[in-house]
């Protein structure tokens, strides 16, 4: 199965210069893990876990901004992935999402490990017949 029809297209984007406290905000709004940074250099990606890294460090997350702490350049995958190569790619990275691209280079999702999840789930539930 390809991580294509699993992926989370509901984006939220946010910016460098937003602060952590609004991006918080909007992730928790939006009900989602992750917001995808665009850069020139690339996306990046702001999770919940840079979120907690923030407050733990004792910054003024009401001020700081998201390119302090966001994971600039971020791990991507393609719509065409299968979802084992996904779930190995946040295995052994130790990362809870993707940004997953189009094969034109786009954003188009977020995998989050729930995704993936459920993504497994239903193809073990296939394999079995169920």
Known sequence: MQIGPVVSRALLFVTAQDTITEAARKMTERKVGA???????????????????????????????????????????FEDWDVDAAAERMASGGFRHLIVLSM???????????????????????????
């Open 35 to 77: 917001a995808v940074v665009m850069a020139d250099q690339g996306p990046g990606i702001i999770t919940e876990r840079d979120v907690m890294r923030a407050v733990a460090a004792g910054v003024d997350v009401a001020t700081a901004p998201v390119g302090d702490y966001m994971t600039h350049n971020a791990i991507t995958a």
């Open 104 to 130: 034109a280079g786009q954003v188009e999702g977020v995998l989050s490990i729930r995704d993936l999840l459920r993504a497994l789930l239903e193809e073990n539930k296939a394999a079995r017949g169920n």
